[in-house]
């Protein structure tokens, strides 16, 4: 084999060496960027309810079924005074085709449980909330607002950061 021949193999080959690995890295991070994007996200939120006039602390669960459609649990406790008051939500949160996919909206099912003096009636209603959240980096802020609709109906609007 020529010297010139030698060489080019050489070449030839450090080339198909040199771009496999970086055909495989892209195509891991287009994978982890899709299994990213249907991780699961969880938090902490703060918020007033305008109708019970008392602060709230909660966490929710943002688990993507789709990329424009997510199971959205969340809890809420009412510092409310006296007894104790406290709700479960199941919704799901739809995000129309905005630019930066930031607007969501969502519906779903409440239910709040309420503690007075021995006493404690519960109460389901339907959940109705707009919200905006970031999403370009791990740690997501939001803000939403949320009608509680039911027999004693009323409004809230909390903030918090969703965590992957």
């Known amino acids: 084999m020529k010297p010139t021949s ?3 193999l050489v070449l030839l080959v450090a080339l198909l060496l040199v771009a496999a690995p970086a055909e495989a890295q892209r195509r891991g991070r287009a994978r982890a960027a899709a299994a990213a994007a249907y991780a699961p996200r969880f938090g902490p939120h703060l918020g007033y309810n305008v109708d ?13 079924i789709t990329p424009r459609v997510e199971l959205y649990p969340s809890f809420d406790y009412y510092f409310v005074d006296p007894g104790s008051l406290w709700s479960l939500n199941a ?44 999403r370009r980096t791990r740690t997501a802020p939001y803000v939403e607002a949320k009608f509680i609709v039911g027999d004693e109906s009323s409004f809230q609007i909390v903030g918090g950061f969703s965590f992957r």
Do not use: M
């Not at 309420?114 to 006493?119: D, F, K, L, Q, T």
């Open 52 to 64: 019970v006039e008392e602060l709230l602390l909660g966490a929710q669960l943002s688990w993507p």
């Open 91 to 134: 919704d799901l949160k739809l995000r129309p085709p905005t630019r930066y996919g930031a607007l969501y909206l969502g519906a779903g099912l409440n239910y709040s449980r309420r503690s007075v003096s021995g006493a404690s009636p519960s109460e389901t209603g339907l959940n109705l909330l707009v919200g905006l959240e970031g």
């Open 6 to 8: 030698f060489r080019l």
